[in-house]
């Protein structure tokens, strides 16, 4: 939201982003430099303290067990959550295989990149969220331009649009289901004629494997992500027809408070205890 500091800031100066306050401080005196060099080598102890606690239990007091799960977007991240304890991978955003390249990846890199992230996890969740993008992560021609992106072509809808390349994509992540314990997450599901389609497309790429004698987990589970009021409302429809549900709480808010998280003229007003 700086939209000033390019023009306000040299070469060469020192600037301190200060993310806890939301400030930048240009060119700071010895005070400040001292203040902040304090503050990041206090912040450095309290993570060090805290990876002391990664392999501890992780319950509630009344010792009801919580399940730690780690979120990445492509396979280098996988080491930072067996250093973290988590116990699964709860999110894997495979959108980021297709960014900032001007082709799709293949199939076999798809695949490579799911199954080294299952194999890797040996036996613990992995979430595949399949293809999410439009609004704040456009992916060229397939996410056109529009007056409203948040609103626009994203999401299921994009792949349900564009059907071999979701076909693809099923297919490399049922393949890597064979290497480990995975789940197939859909973003942004609306009503239950998208996720009709969804299950058809699911099933055809089960069936193009079938027939190629590719081996895949046929019971792999299937869950929907719920992040627009729409799909709240629809909440137990969809519980009773998938085997899991994921809430999506940056999406859902901006839906619900009618705010564009990704615009810096309103984003003040994004608010999750909104009341």
Request: charged residues 25%; contains cysteine.
């Amino acid at each position: 939201a700086l939209h000033s500091a390019l023009s306000l800031i040299r070469d060469n100066e020192i600037i301190i982003v200060d993310g806890d306050q939301g400030v930048v401080i240009v060119d700071p005196d010895d005070a400040e430099l001292e203040e902040y060099q304090l503050r990041k080598e206090q912040w450095e102890i309290e993570h060090q303290k805290l990876k002391r606690i990664t392999t501890s239990r992780s319950a509630t007091l009344d010792g009801i067990d919580i399940e730690l799960h780690g979120n990445i977007e492509l396979p280098l991240d996988i080491t930072a959550v067996k250093e973290s304890g988590a116990t699964g991978i709860g999110l894997f955003r495979s959108e980021f295989l297709f960014m900032n390249r001007a082709d799709l990846p293949t199939e076999e890199e798809q695949f490579n990149a799911y199954r080294e992230v299952a194999a890797a996890m040996k036996g613990l969740p992995v979430t595949i969220r399949t293809l999410d993008v439009g609004a704040d992560k456009p992916l060229g021609d397939l996410t056109e331009h529009t007056l409203n992106p948040a609103l626009g072509r994203r999401a299921i809808r994009l792949c349900l649009s564009e059907l071999s390349m979701f076909h693809i994509q099923l297919r490399t992540i049922l393949r890597a289901s064979h290497y480990g314990s995975v789940k197939i997450l859909i973003p942004m599901l609306r009503n239950l004629v998208e996720l009709r389609q969804t299950y058809a497309a699911i099933d055809r790429a089960k069936a193009s494997l079938s027939a190629e004698n590719i081996p895949f987990d046929t019971a792999i589970e299937v869950g929907g992500m719920i992040e627009i009021p729409a799909a709240a409302l629809m909440s137990q429809a969809f519980a009773e027809r998938m085997d899991f549900l994921s809430i999506g709480t940056n999406d859902l808010i901006q839906y619900t408070l009618a705010i564009d998280r990704a615009d810096d003229s309103v984003s003040y007003l994004y608010d999750p205890t909104h009341a």
